[in-house]
């Protein structure tokens, strides 16, 4: 079994569009129109679009969306942690921790897109992911340390995560598109593309050597 060692790897948290889909890229509301008010691709605040809102409570739900994906993002830091301490393989703790590192960065871009719809940063509690992170814990609980199997395991949570945040992301940006919040739709997509980065890079892991030795063990 690889020795781990501890991974310093600071990534970049703008974005590296693959530009490859995954899965639930497609967001529950379609449409990726850009806003009509302005062919410019950012803006230096949107702070006053908000007047634009053809419906108040389509906004609220767009804050309160983004409000729960805050909470989700703060609190997966803490549970990458483990996951990265309890994981087998080099390979998975260090890509766990290059998640980690991406997702103080997410956490701060999130700040940002607040911000930039003239809202203060605040934190809603996410029950989804708040039991994803439990399923995570019981992979760890439920498999022995150093074994393939629990790499597995950790694969197939983190993987439940990225798509629940993929789906949010998706949706976030498209109703920011909606509502002509362009400097939030810039952020989110940047946010989106990690996201789905991290998906197919653990595919990769799961097929490449994970699964099969954890099928040998
Ligand atoms: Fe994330």
């Excluded at 634009?52 to 989700?72: C, G, R, T």
Aim: proline share 1%.
């Amino acid at each position: 079994m690889a020795t781990r060692t501890q991974t310093k790897s600071k990534t970049s948290t703008q974005s590296r569009s693959t530009g490859r889909s995954a899965a639930g890229n497609k967001s529950v509301t379609g449409s990726r129109t850009a806003p009509k008010s302005s062919s410019s691709s950012r803006s230096k605040s949107n702070k006053g679009q908000n007047e634009d809102m053809p419906n108040s409570k389509f906004h609220e739900l767009f804050v309160d969306q983004l409000k729960d994906i805050y909470w989700a993002e703060k609190n997966l830091v803490k549970a990458l942690g483990k996951m990265q301490k309890a994981a087998t393989s080099e390979e998975l703790a260090e890509a766990i921790a290059t998640h980690q590192e991406q997702t103080r960065g997410q956490v701060e871009r999130l700040e940002q897109v607040f911000e930039s719809i003239g809202q203060t940063a605040k934190a809603k509690k996410c029950p989804a992911m708040e039991g994803l992170i439990a399923e995570g814990q019981e992979v760890i609980e439920d498999t022995e340390e150093d074994s393939a199997v629990r790499d597995a395991g950790l694969i197939i949570c983190c993987q439940k995560i990225e798509h629940y945040e993929i789906a949010s992301y998706g949706s976030l940006r498209t109703l920011a598109g909606k509502m002509g919040h362009e400097e939030a739709v810039q952020l989110l997509e940047q946010t989106l593309n990690e996201e789905k980065e991290t998906d197919v890079l653990l595919t990769q892991l799961a097929e490449s050597s994970v699964n099969e030795e954890a099928a040998a063990e």
